[in-house]
């Protein structure tokens, strides 16, 4: 009986579905699919729970309200972390990633009522998650190019001796920089093909936020008014240096300690191996014994 409650249950959801997906006129899974292909980079696939939850979100995200500031910082956070979504859209699917977890509850309710708690703290986590993956992916993009501006500035303290050609110095670099770097300097060079060079290269720093690259930025904007910018690129160059030693210390101080857990776990080993001997050698001298 309990069996063919659940299966109506299911059939009678599904159905449902069907009738409000066709009264608010919902595209296909198939159409949602193209164009989510259409508009995603790379080659992951995309899966169909996405797909229909961005369909949802996408009609949820005309009833969420956002304060102009907060709506440009998120929609500046989505293109710099290359999620192709409105930040209404982005919280909208927040919302119903933790909305259906959350429906969990009701079974929970009916069969195993202590796990309800639980179903709903995981819906808070998975909200928060979800809105701070932008913020996440963000931080990753940024540690990576990061991790490159050393070499950047150095190729910059170079290529000024011999010319003072931005637009081409960005070229340059850019067939030797890693794929994040080069994704952002495609996106630069063509902003200064098509604009003026300092508002391309104040928008290159405003999306990616972050310090050391202000300041290269700052030194490009000054070789552009005129600026001899040696002098300024060496020093920074130099600054950089001691960052990427700071970082790299920072790094190698974290092994000790992984280490130091192997280790501890190879000498419990070691020390089981031999109690197990001394435990095996009087086990049978007493058995000798009797």
Not at 170 to 197: C, H, P, Q, V, W
Not at 239 to 253: F, G, H, I, V
Request: with cysteine; net charge positive; charged share 25%.
């Amino acid at each position: 009986m309990t069996f063919l409650i659940i299966i109506f249950g299911i059939l009678l959801a599904l159905g449902l579905f069907f009738i409000i997906a066709d009264v608010l006129k919902l595209p296909s899974l198939a159409a949602q699919r193209a164009m989510q292909s259409a508009g995603k980079q790379g080659s992951e696939k995309i899966k169909n729970i996405d797909i229909m939850i961005q369909g949802w979100a996408v009609k949820l995200s005309k009833y969420i309200p956002i304060d102009e500031y907060k709506r440009n910082r998120m929609k500046n956070t989505l293109n710099a972390s290359g999620i192709n979504m409105t930040p209404e859209e982005y919280m909208a699917s927040a919302i119903i990633k933790s909305g259906l977890i959350a429906l969990g509850v009701v079974p929970s309710l009916i069969i195993l009522p202590l796990l309800a708690p639980v179903i709903v703290f995981l819906s808070i986590l998975v909200y928060f998650k979800e809105i701070g993956k932008a913020d996440e992916e963000l931080k990753e993009k940024r540690d990576k190019i990061e991790r490159e501006l050393p070499r950047f500035v150095a190729t910059i303290t170079q290529e000024l001796k011999a010319s003072r050609d931005v637009l081409s110095i960005l070229e340059n670099f850019k067939k030797n920089a890693g794929e994040d770097f080069t994704d952002e300097l495609d996106i630069l060079t063509a902003d200064m093909r098509s604009s003026s060079y300092e508002a391309a290269l104040t928008r290159f720093e405003a999306r990616i936020n972050s310090p050391m690259l202000s300041d290269i930025t700052r030194g490009l904007i000054g070789v552009l008014r005129g600026d001899d910018g040696t002098m300024y690129f060496q020093m920074l160059s130099h600054d950089m240096k001691q960052l990427e030693l700071q970082r790299l210390k920072a790094q190698a101080m974290k092994i000790p300690p992984k280490i130091r857990v192997f280790s501890f776990v190879m000498l419990m080993c070691f020390l089981m191996t031999y109690m197990a001997i001394i435990i095996y050698e009087i086990i049978r001298s007493l058995s000798g014994m009797f």
